[in-house]
């Protein structure tokens, strides 16, 4: 993404203050001198100097100019008296997203820290966004949930503004591999796979696995998909796999999906990205007068709570959600207190019940 003219002269007078060429108390050029350096207007240099004033960088004399302020003295306060934690994830009001943020909740508030919380709905433009207010409201520390993280983020010059900051950062069930930031995620290849193995030991051969794929966990799970029937050559010409990508018109995709099990040749089982998507393929499966799992068996992943009342109940994967929040929540105070922090991955409980049984021979 383009840099705005006024956050190039936010960058340009932040690197020469912050690498000593002008010390606290000095003078700063002048707007006209910086309108001329630039060659913007004076709107776009006060825009700029208004920035660098609210981080404490600078101040005004009124007819007297500008000059650097003790903006170190000021980043250690804030991490002193900031008591809010920012909270960046991809949705937030449903599926497994409120048992994370609750377990974050518990385990900051018990060290006296609060949650604010944006929800990026997957969209880059919105990650950019919630960044940017998450370091203007100077938080003391960052747990997010990458946006889209199997492509390349454009957002990589905030988290590096994240750090300059000397802002605190963890992930949650994914990360950027660019980013040298914590981060806590499950297992997803080796339980897909563990999940595949199930259906073909019960007899299923034609498979097909859905997946989202502008995300680190479905291309994961995808893996898993494909390392199993890298166990069985003599069946792996058999399966076959939808992918899509968030923001995607779904009604494609499932109209594709409907093609598919409308065949003679029909795959006898469905393994999806997630619980909601297997709660929308269940509809789709129906929809074609097919009984679950008599004709077509299907799992989910992530154990979402209302996939437990469906009928029948759906075999998925079970997400550590609470535990992962509260375990986030304890890694960001100790990034916070300075402590050395590892990756965590988790190892994931198969739930198995009553959407899957062996094929009708």
């Given at each position: 993404?383009?840099?705005n003219?006024?956050e190039?002269i936010?960058?340009?007078?932040r690197?020469?203050?912050?690498?000593?060429e002008?010390?606290?108390?000095d003078?700063l050029?002048?707007?006209?001198e910086?309108?001329?350096?630039?060659g913007?207007?004076r709107?776009t240099?006060?825009?700029?100097i208004g920035d660098l004033?609210?981080e404490?960088?600078?101040?005004?004399?009124?007819?007297?100019?500008?000059?650097?302020?003790?903006?170190q003295?000021?980043?250690?306060q804030r991490v002193?008296?900031?008591?809010?934690?920012g909270?960046?994830t991809t949705?937030?009001?449903d599926y497994?997203f409120p048992s994370?943020?609750?377990?974050i909740?518990?385990?900051i508030?018990a060290q006296?820290y609060?949650?604010?919380v944006?929800?990026?709905?997957?969209?880059?433009?919105?990650?950019?966004?919630?960044l940017q207010q998450?370091?203007?409201n100077?938080v003391a520390?960052?747990?997010?949930e990458?946006?889209?993280?199997?492509?390349?983020?454009?957002?990589?010059?905030?988290?590096?503004?994240?750090?300059e900051?000397q802002i605190p950062?963890?992930?949650i069930?994914?990360?950027?591999?660019?980013?040298?930031i914590?981060?806590?995620?499950?297992?997803d290849?080796?339980?897909?796979?563990?999940?595949?193995?199930?259906?073909i030991g019960?007899?299923?051969?034609?498979?097909?696995?859905?997946?989202?794929v502008d995300?680190?966990q479905?291309?994961h799970?995808m893996?898993?998909?494909?390392?199993a029937y890298?166990?069985h050559?003599?069946?792996?010409?058999?399966?076959?796999?939808?992918?899509?990508?968030s923001?995607q018109?779904?009604?494609?995709v499932?109209?594709?999906v409907?093609?598919?099990l409308?065949?003679?040749?029909?795959?006898t089982?469905?393994?999806?990205?997630?619980?909601?998507?297997?709660i929308q393929?269940m509809d789709?499966?129906r929809?074609?007068?097919?009984?679950?799992?008599?004709?077509i068996?299907?799992v989910g992943?992530?154990?979402y709570v209302l996939?437990r009342y469906?009928?029948?109940?759906?075999?998925?994967?079970e997400?550590?959600k609470?535990?992962?929040?509260l375990?986030?929540?304890k890694?960001?105070?100790?990034?916070?207190n300075?402590?050395?922090?590892d990756?965590i991955?988790?190892?994931?409980?198969?739930?198995?019940?009553d959407?899957?049984?062996?094929?009708?021979?």
């Open positions: 993404m383009a840099e003219k006024y190039m936010e960058r340009g007078l690197t020469v203050i912050e690498n000593g002008y010390k606290v108390g003078k050029p002048t707007e006209s910086l309108m001329a350096q630039y913007v207007s709107y240099v006060r825009r700029a004033q609210n404490h960088y600078v101040y005004r004399i009124q007819g007297g100019g500008m000059y650097v302020d003790d903006w003295g000021h980043q250690k002193i008296n900031n008591k809010m934690i909270v960046v949705h937030l009001a497994i994370i943020i609750a377990g909740d518990r385990a508030s006296g609060s949650l604010v944006s929800n990026t709905h997957n969209n880059r433009e919105k990650e950019r966004q919630s998450m370091i203007d100077k520390g960052l747990i997010i990458p946006t889209q993280s199997a492509l390349p983020n454009p957002s990589i010059d905030l988290y590096q503004q994240v750090a900051a950062c963890i992930f069930n994914a990360h950027y591999h660019q980013l040298d914590p981060y806590l995620e499950v297992k290849r080796e339980a897909e796979q563990k999940m595949i193995e199930y259906l019960q007899g299923h051969q034609r498979i097909l696995g859905i997946f989202q995300d680190m479905g291309l799970r893996q898993g998909f494909i390392n890298m166990l050559p003599d069946i792996s010409y058999l399966s076959e796999t939808v992918m899509y990508q923001g018109d779904m009604t494609k499932f109209d594709q409907a093609r598919i409308d065949k003679a040749d029909r795959p089982a469905v393994v999806c990205y997630n619980d909601e998507l297997a393929i789709v499966i929809s074609l007068n097919l009984k679950i799992p008599a004709d068996s299907i992943f992530d154990d996939s469906l009928e029948p109940r759906l075999t998925t994967v997400h550590p609470g535990k992962m929040g375990d986030a929540g890694m960001i105070m100790a990034c916070i300075g402590e050395e922090v990756p991955l988790y190892d994931l409980k198969m739930v198995y019940t959407s899957t049984a062996s094929p009708r021979q």
